[in-house]
């Protein structure tokens, strides 16, 4: 089923990631880390269809996408990040394979960070985020989604990794050597998101490091 959902209000998150606030439709339910498939209701766009993943709680009384813009080119995010307040988008039912199992180490590069966003924030609400680790790698700095969001978290773990150790953070990627360094137990859950090669190395790392293959969550 498709649903037609007006736009709220949307601001940026950072210099290219703008956050959406939209309608909820009567009797829609998602579960943390699940996403839809979603279009633009203008014209030339509505078949132009894009996975986003839902980044408020189920329990509001509206939905939220966190959405970063790529602006280089005449794509759909481009043409998102014009929309505000009285847009409509088309969304359609959820779906999604990353959801919370238990305690573990979050893995996220970039915009991979968006499935686990709201999964953080029900474990925070139910004061349930200790125990819990954040790594997350980005470009530089300013490229850091909602790093006050996770600095504030109680009981989350967080470490930020940027390609130029932009801010003071630590340089390079997450990689089986940055693995090798700041992971010691691979019994634990593994929850793993961001551009395919990133994913594909890093679920491999783990596997030869220990992992158990039923214990890393990603979107199949």
Not at 123 to 133: H, M, P, Q, T, Y
Not at 150 to 167: A, I, N
Request: net charge negative.
């Amino acid at each position: 089923m498709v649903h037609k959902v007006r736009i709220l209000d949307a601001e940026n998150v950072t210099h290219d990631v703008r956050r959406f606030r939209f309608e909820k439709p009567s009797g829609y339910e998602f579960r943390p880390g699940q996403a839809t498939d979603v279009s633009i209701d203008r014209e030339g766009w509505r078949d132009k269809k894009r996975p986003f993943t839902f980044t408020a709680l189920q329990r509001r009384d509206d939905l939220e996408f966190t959405i970063k813009i790529y602006s280089d080119h005449d794509g759909v995010t481009n043409q998102l990040g014009g929309l505000g307040a009285g847009d409509h988008l088309l969304i359609e039912e959820p779906w999604g394979t990353i959801q919370y199992k238990g305690k573990g180490t979050f893995i996220a590069g970039g915009a991979g960070i968006t499935p686990f966003i709201a999964i953080l924030r029900d474990l925070a609400d139910r004061g349930e985020a200790e125990g819990n680790r954040l790594l997350f790698a980005n470009k530089s700095e300013r490229d850091i989604i909602l790093r006050e969001t996770w600095e504030k978290m109680p009981g989350l773990d967080c470490l930020f990794v940027t390609d130029d150790g932009s801010g003071g953070l630590p340089s390079g990627r997450i990689d089986r050597k940055f693995i090798e360094k700041h992971v010691r137990d691979f019994s634990q859950h593994f929850y793993v998101c961001g551009p395919d090669k990133m994913v594909a190395d890093i679920m491999a790392t783990l596997k030869e490091l220990g992992a158990e293959p039923e214990a890393l969550v990603f979107e199949k």
